[in-house]
């Protein structure tokens, strides 16, 4: 199952997501310059748990070299699989949770849960001598909150049967509940001393991520995020949507909302929309003209439901217009 699509829309451009992305792509290009020393480089910068718990190993790394690995662990990865899929997942999730703490409070809590996750993981292991890396232990944390924040958005889901996709709308909670249950069964028959995934990290960065969330939203703003707020706010709403037509009455026609920003009313814009079909979802290109107005119709002709007489009624899309 790949996921493609939430059904929560941010209502700014998730600038600090973006760059946690960029920071992780720029340090894995960093480490396929290492060559042959990319080992040492890995030892030196990913979380070896030996190096804080056996002084035969911490004696050779200064108190700098071991506090930046409690940081720069979570920007390193195993390969590309490895980096494609942790950033894909943040890229998912992320864009909604920053959008509720806000970019500076986000941050924080990212990096606060790759922090827990690599504690987790040095507390279950304190010997092991095999480096951890990858940010998939804050972005756990990330998942965390937004199982909490978001139970009720659904995901969409690319699953593909023979060769042939299928899309389908999964719960958020359901689909992140699986993940968390998946992690525990993996950590089962884990060994710190093996090479492999940290699955204790994950689910010590998801649990953290879920503590953490709620801590953020008791304590007050200080309102230090609003002018990064202010510049973030986005002129477009997300190209993929998910939409669920309701039936008109036996005219075969089904109705549904598309929301539009101020910018794309004006402009126009192009979106790629995912509408329930007989198997799974059906995406559908779908063209937003210049200078439409609040309530304007889009009529998608044949693409509604089929008619007593055998054909077909139309897709209606209403427009509304987003405040800014």
Known sequence: MIPLRDTIEARSRPLVTRSLIAANVVVFLVQLAQGPH????????????????VPEFADYFTFGEQALALLSFMFL???FGHLLGNLWSLYIFGDNVEDHLGPLRYLAFYLLSGLASGLAHMLIYPHSTVP???????IAGVMGAYFLLFPGARILTLVPILFIPYFFEIPAFFYL?????????????????????????HIGGFVFGMLLV?????????????????LAASPRTDRLRMLHPEAQGDSGDRLAVLTVSPWEAEFGARKLIAVPGRFGNRMLRVAVPPGVREGMRLRLRGLGAPRADGGRGDLLLEIRIRPF
């Not at 951890?132 to 804050?138: D, H, L, M, N």
């Not at 709620?214 to 202010?230: E, F, N, Q, T």
Request: hydrophobic letters at 50%.
């Open 132 to 138: 951890t890396i990858g940010a998939s232990g804050a």
């Open 214 to 230: 709620k801590i953020a939203d008791r304590v007050p703003r200080a309102g230090l995020s609003d002018p990064l707020r202010r």
């Open 177 to 201: 509940g699986i993940w968390f249950l998946l992690q525990f069964l993996n950590a089962a028959g884990a060994s710190g001393e093996a090479g492999g995934v940290a699955w204790w990290a």
């Open 77 to 79: 990865h195993g390969g």
């Open 38 to 53: 990319l080992d040492r480089f890995i030892f030196l910068y990913g979380l070896v748990p030996a190096r804080y718990f």
